[in-house]
């Protein structure tokens, strides 16, 4: 099985090789038990099993089960994916000589407790890894929202065998200085910006804990939540899931849109008001693209699904299919880091989960 690592991956990866390993820690599969056959291709495992002392074939999803006793007594990494149990204190006590947890998926928030930084322990994720895909998805909608997709091939479809007069479709559509607001400049709405720079476009940027200069520094300009929707021809969303952003787009922002306009969110569901967004779009005012809900799975009456103006996908714009070995190769890398005697390329602290998912 062949193996492709990216450029961050590879570069890791010979740091690493050229650094004499010091030993190897026992490590403990802890996710769910059909993710894991998907998470890892063969050079993953392969590479960890080189680096650490594991049995691939054991993965543990209940640190209450009785095979997963005398392995957690023994593991010193836990390896960790979506569907692995929270570690609280219950489980540190079972688990003397843990120290690091290696997250092979985005946000640990579900996972890491509070007992977990007061014992010290090494935290790091995949989530810089995960980012990739989910701007690439983001910026893929940005641009076809732009040419207003949606509308064309309906019109397409009820005008099948001619060519649809697009003229009043095309009314000032276009990518050419279409203003795009990014509502938060998280690890995912700073790639979303980077790979926007090459197109005609003029960005905006809220972010409540960045300057006006750092946001220049990011190809975008700063400026308030209200003016940002007021004024975005697209507006996608990239905060975290937090108190304070809990329906951060709510039904008096969504009135600000302008007519025509698209929301994109990849975020969270939590952080838009989704009955007034599911009213808004029902007028067919504005346009949606919504890879995710609250709940995580609509009932199947909501008119999300239905409404032609909007774009309903099931939670997919991260890792899926073959992109879920990046992030498996990238916890591997972490976990060669550690058993060469070097920190995490990627750490994480209780401090950063403040301000990030």
């Not at 004499?20 to 890892?40: K, N, Q």
């Not at 999803?61 to 929270?86: R, Y």
């Not at 570690?87 to 985005?106: K, M, N, Q, W």
């Amino acid at each position: 099985m062949t193996h492709q690592p990216t450029a961050d991956v590879a570069a890791a990866n010979g740091r690493v090789a050229s650094t004499r390993r010091i030993r190897r820690p026992r490590v403990l599969l802890a996710m769910s038990t059909d993710v894991a056959p998907e998470l890892f291709d063969q050079a993953s495992v392969d590479r960890l099993v080189a680096a650490a002392a594991v049995d691939v074939d054991h993965v543990v999803d209940d640190f209450a089960a009785p095979d997963a006793t005398a392995a957690l007594h023994a593991a010193e990494i836990l390896l960790t994916c979506w569907g692995a149990p929270e570690i609280d204190e219950t489980v540190l006590a079972a688990a003397p000589r843990l120290r690091a947890v290696v997250h092979a998926a985005g946000s640990v928030r579900h996972l890491v407790t509070e007992a977990c930084w007061q014992r010290g322990l090494l935290v790091t994720s995949a989530a810089w890894v995960n980012a990739r895909p989910v701007a690439e998805y983001t910026v893929a909608m940005i641009l076809l929202a732009n040419k207003r997709i949606l509308h064309v091939r309906d019109a397409y479809r009820r005008q099948r065998g001619t060519r649809p007069d697009l003229k009043s479709i095309y009314a000032g559509a276009g990518n050419y200085h279409r203003t795009v607001g990014i509502v938060g400049a998280s690890r995912i709405g700073r790639r979303v910006l980077h790979l926007l720079h090459p197109h005609d476009l003029d960005l905006l940027l809220y972010d409540p804990f960045l300057t006006a200069a750092q946001a220049t520094e990011l190809g975008a300009r700063l400026v308030g939540l209200d003016e940002l929707c007021a004024r975005s021809d697209v507006v996608s969303i990239h905060a975290p899931e937090l108190p304070a952003t809990r329906q951060l787009i709510d039904r008096g922002r969504l009135a600000l849109l302008r007519d025509g306009a698209t929301l994109i969110n990849t975020s969270r569901g939590s952080l838009v008001d989704q009955d007034a967004l599911t009213a808004e779009v029902s007028t067919g005012r504005i346009d949606a693209v919504i890879d995710v809900t609250e709940p995580e799975v609509l009932p199947a009456d909501s008119p999300l699904y239905d409404l032609p103006n909007v774009l309903l996908t099931p939670h997919i714009a991260g890792s899926v299919g073959n992109e879920l070995h990046r992030m498996a190769a990238a916890a591997v890398d972490e976990i060669e880091r550690y058993a060469a005697g070097l920190p995490f390329a990627h750490p994480l602290s209780r401090a950063d989960l403040e301000h990030s998912a």
